[in-house]
């Protein structure tokens, strides 16, 4: 099967799943910048969030480089990350109209873990069917690695959304930092190919 039609819909539901999380900003009645605190909860909620599936986004395209045949495994697995990603603006909704209160807090690190569980699946379920050359599985370890890390990170999250809610968030900032920039030894290995 062809993998463009695969990387088309999962970047549509990606666009979308960002869309719905703008939408979901209020405006603040009034015109002054205590006003605009009154929302301010929801947009740092709607930026994390934003960056977060933009990351997935991101490596998500790195990941499907690696493809060379899709099969009906590697589509249903997809599907399941798109589904916890789907996630997101409700969690994120949650989050924000709640100023990051300790129990949707720990929902969203939830869905984090669970969409690092689907990411970690999917890149083993590509590995398993995709013949990949030696640069690129090393490449792809290393991302592996990360994506264990991140997991760990965000099941950490929720207990700390209990005793804190922002060091959980901290948690968070800091697997989307690691994850920003996708491995540069990926695009290396493409090259040498």
């Given at each position: ?17 960002i869309?719905?999380?703008?939408l ?36 998500h ?35 924000g ?7 949707p ?89």
């Open positions: 099967m062809n993998k463009n039609r695969l990387e088309a819909f999962s970047d549509g539901v990606m666009a979308i799943i869309t719905i999380m703008v979901e900003l209020k405006v603040p009645h009034g015109e002054t910048l205590k006003d605009l605190s009154t929302v301010a909860p929801a947009f740092f909620a709607y930026v994390q969030s934003f960056w977060f599936v933009g990351v997935y986004w991101n490596n395209h790195h990941l499907l480089h690696t493809v060379k045949k899709v099969n009906g495994t590697i589509m249903v697995l997809n599907m399941l990350l798109l589904f916890c990603l789907s996630l997101v603006p409700f969690a994120t909704g949650w989050v109209e709640t100023s990051f209160a300790p129990m807090v720990a929902i969203y690190a939830i869905l984090l873990a669970s969409c690092g569980f689907a990411w970690t699946i999917l890149q083993n379920c590509i590995k398993k069917y995709n013949n990949w050359n030696e640069p690129i599985t090393r490449a792809m370890h290393r991302q592996n690695m990360k994506g264990v890390v991140s997991t760990v990170m965000y099941l950490v999250g929720i207990p700390f959304a209990f005793i804190n809610p922002f060091i959980s968030e901290g948690l968070f900032v800091a697997v989307a930092i690691m994850w920003l920039w996708p491995d540069k030894n990926i695009e290396k290995a493409f090259e040498n190919e």
